[in-house]
Structure formats: structure tokens, C-alpha cells
């Protein structure tokens, strides 16, 4: 006998909770995960930032849009679930490019120069360092609680997770699919395809056409200092030629090269020689004298050809909802994109401000995406 629902999604990462949480109490809803505990995969790999002037428009206005709905949850929690952490972006190059497109293209970046930059971290190397700006709003966010928040709320709402249930088969019944995940049988009216890396794999069990969703290894490591110590109030670093960013991580530093190698969709693992990258790059822009890492993990950041997210309804296929590509951004824009995508789920409004537009922007069959995913869904790793 198969449990009927509204909505079923697909994976028990960051994306799927949030839109569990914002589900709550409202649609007879289930969350599927493949795995026997939730968030194991990208959502737990994170170098745990929330920054408004990250990525492209789209995700910064959901992150904007985040930050308040993220405080709320906090003040439900009675903790303090952010750490201030400024996002400095520096520049090394002397035409100052990247500098000057960032600041001309991204609203809430301040210009700051390369003295300034230097007197708030003081571990960066001045003599190598031309220029920079600085995001006063940027947050470090703890992702565990907030992932935690999210999964209570949900079933505190209602909603039933079910872990060791990956799904494998999809078949029409009716008016509905029946899901085959696990041992179980689940009809639901919607599928929302909120598996991260294997997105393209649980489109494609639905009939979805791909999108040309590419899951990419990103590494952090974690370093110690040895001729200076490391403040824990430093602010974030990140070149704005994207050649690495780091910030403390307590007594310790954490920090990534921003490698950006497809691979299939798996549980990723650090490589050493990207770890050694990661070492390297940092004492050649710091007086730090980091010595090897004492812990790293990768994770996969599933990015379309366009880099934006694929959310919304599949214009072909009745019933699948896409909620996947959220490549870097996906901790920082999850609160907002939840909230949207629940009320578009419903057919309500979503009553935040400043996303006009945005769901328009990241829908599944907008031209620049279909078009690329003919051309990269034939070479996909997935
Ligand atoms: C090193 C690194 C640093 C990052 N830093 C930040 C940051 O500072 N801020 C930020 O906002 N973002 C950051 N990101 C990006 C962010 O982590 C991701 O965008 C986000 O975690 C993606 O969440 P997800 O839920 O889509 O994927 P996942 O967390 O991977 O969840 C997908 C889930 O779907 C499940 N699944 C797959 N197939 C099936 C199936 N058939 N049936 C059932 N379940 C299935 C998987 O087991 C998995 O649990 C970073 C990423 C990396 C790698």
C-alpha cells in the first residue's frame, strides 16, 4: 500500500530541509534521502559564509533576502547562529580589473584600499597586495544548527523524512507518481528534484530533459600558523581573480584554491595535492607561515552552464520541480529560495521583498540554459 503525499522531494540536503521547513503544516509532504543520515553530502562542506555580494544576481538577492529569515530562526533557537565576518576583496593584479568590475557591478562593496585592508587582517603581505574592497553585511552562519533548525521545523510541521530511501523508480499513477525509495512506495502529485549533484540522475528517473548541471570538487583546508597567531575577529579573505579565499576558523585557518574539476556525483574526497595548493597559496599571501593541514574535506557544487540555479516547474514534465545549481550559494540562499519556492509550489505569494523577478531568472527551460544543456548534457559527467 503506497502513502500518498503532495509533494515528495528528493534529498535531505540543504536545499530539500529548507523547503520542508517552509512546507510545514501546509502540503502533505515527505523528504526522500538515499543516505542513512541527513545532509552527509555537500550541505555539510561548506566553508559556511553568508555573503551578499557573492555570485551573481540572483543568489545575491536571495541571500539579502536570507540573512533576516536566518536571525528569526536563531531567535526561535534562543542562540546566536552568525559570527560577523566582513568579506575583504582584495586585488593583486595593478590594473585593478576584477576589482573595478566587482565594484561596478555588485551593490554593497565599499571601497576600502590596500592600507586599510592590511590594518583589518594584518597577516595579509602589503607589499604584494594593490587594492580592495570590503562587504561590511557578509555573515559566518553555523550550518549544523541551521540545518538542524531546518529538519525540526519540518517535522515539528509534519513532514515525514525518510532516511535509507533513495529513490530509484518513477512511474505514473494516475494523476500522480508513485516512487519507489527504499522499501517504500510513496504516490505524491509533485517531485521536487532537490538531490544536489545527482540532479541530473533524478531528472532524468522523472523524464526531465537535462539542464547541464555539472557537479565540481571544491576543497577546504584547514591550516595553523606558526609565526603569527590567528585572530578569530579577522575578517574573510577572497582574490577577486578567485585564486583562493581563507578566514579563521578560531585559533586556525581555513582556506580553498577554488578548484574547479568536474566529477561524478559521489562522496568526494580531498586530494593532497590541492590540500598542498591550498598551504601553498596561503603563506604566499600572508606572513603566517602555515604549516600542512590539519583537516580538509570537498564537497561537490553543482553548477549549470549559466551559473545560475535551475528552480521551477519542468514545462514538459507535469509534476517535476526542479530545485538544484546552487553551486557556492546554496547555504547562503536557502532560507529565501525555500520560502519561494514553497509559495510557487502552493500558488501563493511569498510575501519577501527584493525578489522580483529572480524566480523568472533561475526557471529550468530559460533559453541560455536549454541551449547549453543540448551542448554539456551530452558530455555530462552525470
Ligand atoms: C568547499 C565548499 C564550500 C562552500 N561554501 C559555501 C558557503 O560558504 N556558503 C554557501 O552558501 N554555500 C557554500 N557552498 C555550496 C553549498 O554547500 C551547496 O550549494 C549546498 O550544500 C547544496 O545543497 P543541496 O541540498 O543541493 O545538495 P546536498 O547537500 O548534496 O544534498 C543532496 C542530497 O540528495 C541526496 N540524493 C541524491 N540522489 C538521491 C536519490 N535518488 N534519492 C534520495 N536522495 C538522493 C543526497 O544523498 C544528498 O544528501 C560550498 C560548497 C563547497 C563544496
Not at 163 to 192: H, Y
Not at 243 to 260: I, Q
Not at 321 to 329: E, I, S, T, V
Not at 338 to 350: I, N
Request: proline share 8%; net charge negative.
Amino acid at each position: 500500500m503506497a502513502d500518498v503525499v503532495d509533494i515528495a522531494i528528493v534529498g535531505g540536503g540543504v536545499a530539500g530541509l529548507s523547503l520542508a521547513a517552509a512546507l510545514r503544516g501546509r502540503a502533505r509532504t515527505v523528504v526522500l534521502e538515499t543516505e542513512p543520515s541527513l545532509y552527509l553530502h555537500t550541505s555539510s562542506r561548506s566553508a559556511e559564509q553568508m555573503q551578499p555580494t557573492y555570485g551573481p544576481d540572483a543568489a545575491r538577492r536571495l541571500t539579502s533576502a536570507s540573512i533576516p529569515l536566518v536571525a528569526r530562526i536563531a531567535e526561535r533557537l534562543g542562540e546566536p547562529i552568525f559570527t560577523p565576518r566582513p568579506l575583504l576583496w582584495l586585488s593583486y593584479a595593478d590594473d585593478r580589473t576584477e576589482l573595478e568590475h566587482l565594484l561596478a557591478t555588485v551593490p554593497g562593496l565599499t571601497e576600502l584600499g590596500a592600507r586599510e585592508a592590511v590594518r583589518r587582517l594584518p597577516a595579509l603581505r602589503p607589499d604584494l597586495l594593490r587594492d580592495a574592497a570590503v562587504d561590511d553585511s557578509a555573515v559566518e552562519v553555523r550550518v549544523p544548527a541551521l540545518l538542524e533548525a531546518y529538519r525540526a521545523a519540518a517535522e515539528a510541521g509534519g513532514v515525514r523524512i525518510l532516511l535509507s530511501s533513495p529513490l530509484t523508480r518513477v512511474e505514473q499513477a494516475g494523476e500522480r507518481w508513485r516512487l519507489t525509495a527504499g522499501d517504500r512506495t510513496i504516490e505524491a502529485a509533485i517531485v521536487v528534484n532537490a538531490a544536489g549533484a545527482w540532479a541530473e540522475r533524478v531528472g532524468a528517473l522523472v523524464g526531465g530533459a537535462p539542464r547541464g548541471l555539472v557537479p565540481k570538487r571544491r576543497t577546504v583546508a584547514v591550516v595553523e600558523p606558526t609565526a603569527r597567531p590567528v585572530e578569530p575577529g579577522w575578517p574573510m579573505a577572497a582574490d577577486a581573480a578567485d585564486t583562493f579565499y581563507f578566514r579563521p576558523r578560531g585559533a586556525t585557518l581555513l582556506g580553498c584554491v577554488l578548484e574547479d574539476e568536474p566529477s561524478e556525483p559521489e562522496d568526494a574526497r580531498p586530494r593532497p595535492d590541492v590540500v598542498a595548493r591550498v598551504v601553498a597559496r596561503l603563506n604566499a599571501v600572508t606572513d603566517l607561515a602555515l604549516t600542512g593541514a590539519t583537516s580538509a574535506w570537498t564537497g561537490l557544487r553543482t553548477v549549470a552552464p549559466d551559473g545560475l540555479p535551475v528552480v521551477g516547474r519542468d514545462a514538459e514534465v507535469p509534476g517535476l520541480y526542479w530545485l538544484a545549481g546552487q553551486g557556492g550559494f546554496g547555504i547562503q540562499t536557502s532560507a529565501a529560495l525555500g520560502e519561494v519556492v514553497a509559495a510557487d509550489l502552493l500558488g501563493v505569494p511569498s510575501g519577501l521583498d527584493g525578489l522580483d523577478g529572480v524566480l523568472e531568472a533561475i526557471r529550468p527551460d530559460r533559453d541560455a540554459l536549454a541551449a547549453a544543456a543540448t551542448a554539456v548534457g551530452a558530455e555530462s559527467p552525470v
